[in-house]
């Protein structure tokens, strides 16, 4: 009764809203932001898709770069654009969607993050596959061979296990009846570059795969990168660990908002029931 007597227009006035604007337009330029971010990452994937080969593109669908950014652009366009419409239209059923979408994404992500840590071996088996598919189609997608030289120069090292993992891309094969002018060897990006060298010389790998380690690490380098990427992954556990936070905290402050959102909305549509019935029986 006395919230009743504070504002004589009804029970709690008929311009008293439970939807806070702050919630409602923050949640709303939250999703806006990464809406547009996701339009362009589909831009970006489609571009790069459609400058390739279409054999090229499609003996590496597995790992093409392009793909896995267009599929990831897609469904971030569209969870935001429940976020964007649910958001702005005061829509529980988009914002729902929107709400669940985010926390399985989230779920699904933690899971990955356990399940990899606990069984780290399985995670090097199928990290080791997933290179060995790389190497195989290396000279099929330039976007792929790209990544891989990269890959390489960075961590400094050749192949999956070894330099000589390459003899399964077969233009390396090192077999006698390759007639490739690159059998037995190696990609430019194995080799050790001298700071002072201005011009890269793309032909060092050249034979390689024939010399043993000793003979070959003067010129190469022969260690795998599956090794030296489980050892940066140890000796960067806090960096790892900042950027899974910086990915999953934008995700629980959306899950947040949007929960925060559809209760206030519940609450304002059951204010809304209440008024009607005030009015059509004041005595009640």
């Known amino acids: 009764m006395a919230r009743r007597a504070a504002v004589p227009a009804g029970p709690l006035g008929d311009d008293f809203s439970f939807v806070s604007p702050v919630a409602k337009y923050l949640l709303f330029f939250f999703n806006l932001l990464f809406w547009m971010i996701s339009m362009v990452m589909v831009a970006v994937g489609v571009y790069a898709r459609l400058l390739k080969h279409a054999e090229a593109a499609m003996a590496c669908l597995a790992v093409d770069p392009a793909i896995l950014l267009i599929v990831v652009g897609v469904l971030t366009f569209l969870i935001t654009f429940c976020g ?47 290179i060995n598919g790389a190497i195989v189609h290396y000279r099929d997608d330039l976007d792929l061979q790209n990544l891989i030289d990269f890959g390489q120069k960075e961590f400094s090292c050749c192949g999956g296990v070894s330099y ?41 790998g050249h034979g390689m795969q024939a010399r043993g380690y000793l003979e070959a690490s003067a010129f190469i380098h022969t260690n795998g990168c599956i090794d030296k990427l489980v050892n940066w992954t140890h000796s960067n556990l806090f960096l790892l660990g900042g950027i899974t936070l910086g990915l999953a905290l934008p995700q629980l402050v959306g899950i947040i908002l949007a929960r925060l959102l559809i209760n206030q909305i519940r609450d304002q549509i059951k204010l809304q029931l209440y008024n009607q019935q005030h009015r059509a029986d004041p005595w009640s």
């Open 164 to 204: 000589k993992d390459w003899s399964q891309n077969m233009y390396f094969n090192c077999t006698a009846s390759n007639p490739s002018r690159e059998r037995c060897s190696v990609p430019f990006s194995c080799c050790l570059h001298d700071a002072d060298q201005a011009v890269i010389n793309t032909m060092c």
């Open 84 to 130: 964007c419409v649910g958001s702005l239209r005061e829509n529980i059923c988009l914002l729902q969607m929107f709400s669940v979408c985010l926390t399985i994404i989230f779920l699904l992500q933690l899971a990955a993050g356990v399940l990899g840590f606990v069984f780290s071996d399985k995670a090097r088996g199928k990290v080791s596959e997933i």
